[in-house]
């Protein structure tokens, strides 16, 4: 099953109907272009997951897509569903409402959806960029919610009150949340040290002097108190740099992207290691838009899985609608990022004619990732170590676009 290294925070869920501003508001917390924004409705789909931390509090932010009651469309079923499975896994809820449009028998019903909920709820009254629209926002007290706030994610106009109120509604600190927060203090407190040149060395032994066995054994064990994280100068240091080893270890995970034309299995392949339905299949092609990252624990370690949208040709994605340019860039982007790209391919049309003639994409950092068809045999164990500063290509043969599929991992 999977799990995210954000266990043990706290989860903050933005709900609300389609367009909204719900993705515009998780990328002004997290601080990044993280989620696509578009003004259309039914832009997001999956959830996105997102770290962010304000007033010394970490939590976990989740964009979801468009609270809706009726809707027949089968995407969309299964993105209520997405969206369903955030309001229980939340800890606060933000309940988003646009000051623009007013209040909406839609924003009725996603209230009436919300008020069964057990975590407490925040509502965010986006949109109110100027004084008028502040009054404009009056009337969305009426769905009698105390906690009701009116900002502008564009310009992040009131999101620091906002954002204190979240905090304040989080749920008390845990013990591995404190024990993370004390291993990061103590990390930057010898990182100061350091710097500063504070630090005295010690002597952990001398050489070329008889000394008595007695005393050879007093040594020793003077040794092994230090090293065990002893009063001692020698164990305080021991202790430091574990700290420091681990709060770093706390942030660096291997990352392992899933690319691939449309409609190949790529978030079949990710339920299927993953265990549960994190990702949104569909046998219609772009049904994934954002590139989804999830966290999955390996042995002692852990890695993040990442989903991308299908890439194609150039031109047809250059003559295509706005959102797939976003996912194309967004899964360019998952690419540079990754420790190793995972290059799936359909079973049953095999290799298609940009893969046979060799494909080289440019990542944003400015490396490549090349996968030429003399490393894509048509065999399920097939691998080319790439150029350096390029991530690991590995190919992954599904039995169908949107099915169970099954792979193996090439030998290295």
């Given at each position: ?7 043990a ?6 709900v ?29 789909r999956?959830r996105?997951?997102?770290d962010?931390?304000?007033?010394g ?39 988003v ?60 106009r ?20 404190l ?100 990702a ?22 852990e ?25 194309t860039?967004?899964?360019l ?36 990732t ?32 949107a ?10």
């Open positions: 099953m999977a799990s995210r290294t954000r266990a925070l706290p989860v903050v869920a933005v609300g109907r389609p367009n909204v501003g719900k993705s515009t508001i998780f990328n002004r917390f997290v601080g990044k272009r993280q989620a696509i924004v578009e003004d259309r409705a039914r832009t997001t999956d996105m997951y997102g962010m931390e304000w007033n509090r970490r939590f976990v932010l989740i964009d979801t897509g468009g609270l809706e009651v009726d809707t027949d469309d089968p995407i969309e079923i299964r993105v209520q569903e997405q969206a369903r499975l955030a309001i229980r896994e939340a800890d606060v809820i933000l309940f409402v646009d000051a623009v449009t007013g209040l909406t028998p839609a924003d009725q019903e996603a209230a009436e959806l919300l008020r069964s909920a057990k975590a407490p709820i925040i509502v965010a009254v986006n949109k109110v960029d100027n004084t008028q629209r502040e009054a404009d926002a009056a009337e969305f007290w009426s769905m009698g919610w105390e906690e009701t706030y009116s900002i502008s994610a564009s310009h992040g009131g999101t620091g009150d906002l954002l204190d109120a979240i905090v304040w509604a989080l749920p008390p600190e845990t013990e591995a949340e024990a993370r927060k004390k291993r990061e203090d103590e990390a930057d407190e010898w990182a100061r040290e350091v710097d500063a040149g504070r630090l005295e060395p010690y002597v952990v032994g001398d050489i070329g002097n008889a000394v008595d066995p007695s005393e050879e054994e007093e040594a020793e064990q003077a040794e092994l108190d230090r090293f065990e994280g002893g009063q001692a100068a020698g164990g305080e240091i021991e202790a430091r740099w574990d700290a420091a080893i681990e709060a770093e270890s706390d942030d660096v995970q291997a990352a392992v992207a899933f690319v691939g034309r449309p409609n190949v299995g790529k978030s079949s392949l990710l339920n299927s290691l993953l265990g549960e339905d994190r949104i299949v569909s046998d219609v092609p772009g049904t994934t838009r954002d590139a989804v990252d999830t966290t999955l624990e390996w042995g002692r370690s890695i993040v899985l990442i989903d991308t949208a299908g890439i194609r040709r150039r031109g047809k994605v250059a003559n295509g609608p706005a959102a797939e340019k976003y996912s860039l967004r899964a982007k998952a690419i540079a990022r990754a420790d190793v790209a995972v290059l799936v391919i359909d079973a049953v049309e095999g290799l298609t004619a940009p893969r046979r003639t060799g494909r080289s994409t440019s990542t944003p950092n400015g490396s490549a090349r996968c030429r068809s003399s490393s894509l045999r048509r065999s399920s164990r097939s691998a080319r170590r790439p150029a350096s500063g390029s991530a690991r290509c590995w190919s992954w043969r599904s039995t169908s676009g099915g169970d599929a099954s792979g193996s991992r090439p030998a290295s």
